[in-house]
Structures are given as C-alpha cells and as structure tokens.
C-alpha cells in the first residue's frame, strides 16, 4: 500500500492540480509532490483534510489501495446521450443476465431488427422491484435487456415493451474484461463513478422517464467491454454520441 499513490490518484480523480490541492492543504507544491510520492508523510491533521477534500473515508485513505486493478477502468467522463426508443423485456430468474439477454436476441431476429441493423445495441440493468422473498426464498433476480431501435426501424412483432427514452446526462466509465472477475470489477466500477460524483460536486438524477443506469457489453478486437452508465444532473459534458460504442 501506497499512501502517496492513493493521495496522486484521487488527486487524478477529482482533476486539481498539485497546485491546487496545496492552496486547499494551505502547503506548497513542493510538500504535496514529496507526499505523493512518499518521501514524507502527512500528519494526522493533513489526512484529516485529505480525506474531506477527497470524499473518503480516512482509513480507506491510509491503509487501502485505492489504484489497484486500474488498468481495467478508463477514465470516467461525462457524455449526452441522445434520445432513443427501446424494446425491452424484464425477467425474474436464477440467472437473468442470461436468459433475458437470449429472449431479446431471439426476438431481435423474429422482429426483423438483426436484418435491419446487424449491430443492433443492446443494453441492460438491473429489476429494482424484486421483492427481498424472491432472491432470498427462490433465489430470483430480476434484470431488464432492451434493443436501441434504429431510425427507421418499425415492427409489430409482439413480446416487448417498447418505450421512449429522454436525452439525458451520463457518467460513463469501460471495465476491459469484465467477467474476468464479475463480482469485483462490475460492483466496483460502479462505486468508482459514485465516488467521482460525490468527488466533483455531482449527483444522481433519479427520473421516473429517463434510465438510473445501464450497461453496454460488447466486443472490439477480440476483447469484451462494458460501458457503466449513471445518470447525473449539473454535469460538464466531455461528448455528445449517438451510439453506444
């Protein structure tokens, strides 16, 4: 464990300049560079403030290794994403990932939509109204996957809902491999944008039209990606897209 590297890496996070930490720390540059890279160390204090600066629990400042696995994250950024209309389905099983994704794909075919548009996006998340009895009892969990209907596109091919999605502000983080090990790097990916919210002066935006957050999964050059998407209000925008790639 690296205190330096973990003060450098929320540093990085919150996007302030050695400079600019050393005007909040009342210290100059020169001190926080030398904390960083571990050639001093920060009275208790200073770690007191460095943990209200950046949002984090003291103990998790100075004992934890807050970089570790990085390279399986890009960088968080912030992107409009452009109205779209989904057909989307939801299932409530052991494995729903898997089973909701195969309907939808079989459905893409039987609608038309794959001949349409072979690349056709497909994104997902998370049922939030399975009740605590389903999972605990049952072992049932539920999980929604919904197709990007392109421009155009029309089909009365049953057994979706379809529905409208608003333009809407997203933080967006890509987990390279993400199944490698699904249990740490998808759940920690998703506490890696809430802390850079809470880092940045952000927020969530709940909106009873507009999607709490979703995952795109896909393939380049022979490796697998998912892009993490949670919706935020008062953002700086980095992109404007329109697909999800």
Not at 32 to 39: G, H, N, R
């Amino acid at each position: 464990m690296s205190l330096g590297k973990n003060i450098q890496y929320l540093r990085k996070q919150k996007k302030i300049t050695q400079e600019q930490l050393a005007e909040m720390m009342s210290v100059s540059r020169q001190t926080i560079s030398k904390w960083e890279a571990d050639e001093i160390t920060p009275e208790l204090n200073k770690l007191i403030v460095l943990s209200d600066v950046f949002s984090c629990k003291l103990d998790a400042l100075v004992k934890e290794e807050m970089n570790v696995c990085d390279e399986a994250y890009s960088e968080i950024i912030v992107k409009k994403v452009k109205a779209f209309t989904m057909a989307r389905y939801v299932m409530l099983t052991p494995n729903p990932e898997d089973d909701v994704n195969y309907y939808m794909e079989n459905w893409a075919r039987r609608s038309g939509l794959l001949k349409f548009q072979p690349d056709a996006m497909r994104i997902g998340w998370d049922f939030p109204f399975s009740i605590s009895e389903m999972q605990n009892r049952f072992g049932l969990r539920g999980y929604v996957a919904a197709y990007i209907l392109p421009e155009g596109f029309e089909t009365s091919c049953p057994g979706v809902e379809f529905a409208e999605q608003k333009e809407a502000d997203y933080a967006v983080l890509t987990i390279r491999d993400p199944f490698a090990a699904a249990l740490g790097r998808i759940p920690k990916a998703y506490k890696k944008i809430l802390d850079f919210l809470n880092a940045n002066g952000f927020c969530e935006k709940p909106k009873e039209d507009i999607l709490s957050c979703f995952e795109h999964v896909y393939e380049k050059e022979g490796t697998t990606y998912m892009d993490v998407y949670i919706h935020v209000d008062s953002v700086l925008r980095t992109d404007s897209f329109t697909n999800f790639s």
